[in-house]
């Protein structure tokens, strides 16, 4: 197959139309028939043509995930599914997020960390919970731990503190009993991924006007 034009296209100057044999055949990025060295006049066999569409697709997905990041942090796993979801094969996908990775671009610690900042400063939450949250982000639990970790270090908030901001929107209930508000307090608590130990002793602070 003889290339007999290249034409860079109207509506899109990042990218170029080939012709083979004097018939539009398909398009690429600049980037990726600078990088192939294509000139009019040379001939490419199908293999070489299957090997530029790889590229092509590779640097595609690469900027649409460039894209996605720009708009905020996301999880390998979410990168992942929404470059499938676009089209591309999991090969060009894996072969996507190595690249960012390697760019520093990609970091499941810390995205996981942000995610946890982020979630902290606006609701408050329990270790549980944010390793719960962070596993549908689809961050393993490895990281998550890890990520959780690293934050305790830096932070001066204990979980007892987190739990104590957390109390201060419980919803309050005209006339309800205090068995029923306990219960109500330590399933809030509990929701919000906080654990026994800590539950109880908020338990008993609230409470602990009444006596």
Do not use: W
């Amino acid at each position: 197959m003889l290339i007999t034009a290249i034409k860079r296209q109207k509506k899109n100057s990042d990218r170029v139309n080939l012709y083979l044999d004097g018939e539009f055949a398909f398009a690429l990025s600049v980037e990726t028939a600078l990088k192939a060295g294509l000139r009019r006049g040379q001939t490419i066999d199908e293999a070489t043509r299957l090997e530029l569409e790889t590229e092509d697709a590779f640097c595609r997905a690469r900027e649409a995930a460039l894209v996605l990041l720009s708009h905020r942090a996301r999880s390998e796993r979410e990168l992942r599914d929404r470059l499938l979801r676009r089209g591309y094969t999991p090969e060009v996908a894996e072969r996507t997020l190595s690249n960012l990775r390697e760019r520093g671009l990609l970091d499941d610690v810390a995205f996981a960390q942000a995610f946890a900042r982020d979630r902290l400063r606006s609701r408050p939450s329990g270790r549980r919970r944010l390793v719960a949250d962070l596993r549908g982000k689809g961050v393993s639990p490895e990281d998550a731990e890890r990520a959780l970790a690293e934050m305790s270090h830096e932070s001066e908030e204990s979980e007892l503190d987190l739990a104590r901001r957390a109390l201060a929107k419980f919803p309050q209930r005209g006339g309800e009993d205090r068995a029923a508000t306990k219960r109500r307090l330590y399933a809030y608590l509990a929701r919000r991924g906080f654990g026994s130990g800590v539950t109880s002793a908020l338990a008993r602070e609230y409470f602990s006007g009444d006596e």
